[in-house]
Antibody, heavy 124, light 110 residues
């Protein structure tokens, strides 16, 4: 049974870098059948896709966040990570790690497994 | 990119049928069959209900169905049950490896 678990600081200061890790259990992050990504949800608001990564290192980012986002993978630990730089209060949100299918190394755009989410607050 | 447009709320009585719309443009919903729907209970992670417009993952009741016409996708919940009261979000592929969500619809079972 696949499980995704987010971890990282719950409080980040403005202008600093938000860093989160997603640990995958019950499945391999090196599978050629899936992409791994991040989605966030500000309190009381809707969902926003941040970006996704293939085990090979291929990444895709939301065009509105691409200058601040880095997603990386550590296959030895079955983990992938999110870094979001120069954060402001607008980055306060619940951050979810997710899985979505791949076909021929290209992403298929629906998210079939979600972590429970972790709230990150940006405040001094 | 702009979010897809969903009505903020919808409601129905037990046993009724409710349809939630999701309006995009000819560049997203109108062009691609990568529309998906998610159900989210308060404080919980979203759960995939429908993918590729009308396909249901294993375990999702067939009371939930999806469709698309032009630039608008729809989620229909038949035989409404109390447990269906939650938030619903649509999503569509935008092309160029980007995806966008709708603003969400709160479904109330009267």
């Amino acid at each position: 049974h696949l499980q995704l678990q987010e971890s990282g600081p719950g409080l980040v200061k403005p202008s600093e870098t938000l860093s989160l890790t997603c640990t995958v259990s019950g499945g391999s992050i090196s599978s050629s059948s899936y992409y791994w990504g991040w989605i966030r949800q500000p309190p009381g608001k809707g969902l926003e896709w941040i970006g996704s990564m293939y085990y090979s290192g291929r990444t895709y980012y939301n065009s509105s966040l691409t200058s601040r986002v880095t997603i990386s993978v550590d296959t030895s630990k079955n983990q992938f990570s999110l870094k979001l730089s120069s954060v402001t209060a607008a980055d306060t949100a619940v951050y979810y790690c997710v899985r979505h299918p791949a076909v021929g190394a290209g992403p298929i755009w629906y998210f079939d497994y979600w972590g429970q989410g972790t709230l990150v607050t940006v405040s001094s | 990119q702009s979010a897809l447009t969903q009505p903020p709320s919808a409601s129905g009585s037990p046993g009724q049928t409710v349809t939630i719309s999701c309006t995009g443009t000819r560049s997203d919903i109108g062009r691609y069959n990568y529309v998906s729907w998610y159900q989210q209970y308060p404080g919980k992670a979203p759960k995939l209900l429908i993918y590729e417009v009308s396909k249901r993952p294993s375990g999702v009741p067939d009371r939930f169905s999806g469709s698309k016409s032009g630039n608008t996708a729809s989620l229909t919940v038949s035989g409404l049950q109390a447990e269906d009261e939650s938030d619903y979000y649509c999503s569509s592929y935008l092309g160029d490896n980007n995806v966008v969500f709708g603003g969400g619809t709160k479904l109330t079972v009267l």
